[in-house]
């Protein structure tokens, strides 16, 4: 097969034609994002570039703990877009919210990396790093909703869960539909990909093994895996999360916490 065409860096240019279409259309309608878009941009050429020669000198590694490292900052980093879209104050999440994410991808990235796709050693870079980011970056975006909604539902729902509690429930059963809620609210994405993947839009770790020449039915074996990984994964990191972070928006008399803003 055909190996990869390589994008010489005038045509990569030339695909800011993109952006100034977007920017046109964000000026005409003033939509207000131009800066938005603008810095869009340049942190993708940046963080991209600055992405592609850490992971040529990654995968030249031969020492876990350097694979383990550079996954942990990824995690972190993760947790840190999650505080910049989710604005809330009053109940701290973010150290449950880093651990959670931490064990859980650490874990489903040894699971696919080591078992699934047998890599030797389960560390080995190029298999590990990938699927570790994909699960970090998909939980990431299911965790900022799932926790968006849980705040703000707590809220408006505040006297509602109070009155459950003045007739008898816990904090868990008067709760118990907001949780639901926000834990739905962060799987849903991931699911909805999941019913349109092949269908609707070919995947980006299928279309880039195939634009290397892969044999398209080996991509496919690797993207189930990886849609599998994914729901997998926004589900359990999700439903701890929600738990944890639940409990945390009740007091030690299971009063709440959440005032009104």
Do not use: H
Request: aromatic share 10%.
């Amino acid at each position: 097969m055909p190996g990869i065409i390589e994008i010489s860096v005038g045509q990569l240019l030339l695909a800011l034609l993109f952006i100034l279409v977007a920017q046109a259309s964000s000026f005409i309608y003033q939509l207000g994002l131009n800066r938005d878009i603008l810095i869009g941009t340049v942190r993708t050429f940046a963080q991209l570039f600055l992405m592609g020669y850490v992971l040529t000198w990654i995968f030249r590694s031969t020492t876990v703990w350097i694979v383990v490292g550079v996954f942990a900052v990824m995690v972190f980093s993760a947790v840190f877009i999650v505080k910049g879209r989710v604005k809330e104050s009053q109940i701290p999440y973010i150290v449950p919210t880093f651990l959670t994410m931490l064990i859980s991808y650490f874990a489903t990235a040894i699971f696919v990396s080591g078992m699934i796709v047998d890599s030797t050693p389960w560390w080995e870079p190029r298999y590990f790093i990938p699927a570790g980011g994909m699960v970090i970056g998909n939980s990431m975006s299911a965790l900022a909703i799932a926790l968006e909604r849980l705040f703000r539902d707590m809220r408006q729902g505040r006297e509602i869960v109070e009155m459950r509690q003045a007739l008898g429930a816990d904090y868990r059963e008067a709760s118990q539909d907001i949780f639901r809620s926000a834990v739905k609210a962060g799987m849903i994405p991931s699911i909805n990909a999941m019913m349109g993947v092949g269908l609707v839009f070919i995947p980006g770790m299928m279309s880039g093994q195939i634009l290397a020449g892969a044999d398209p039915l080996i991509a496919i074996r690797y993207q189930i895996v990886v849609m599998l990984m994914l729901v997998g994964s926004t589900a359990v990191t999700s439903v701890v999360v929600m738990l944890i972070v639940r409990r945390r928006c009740f007091g030690s008399g299971e009063e709440v916490l959440l005032t009104p803003r």
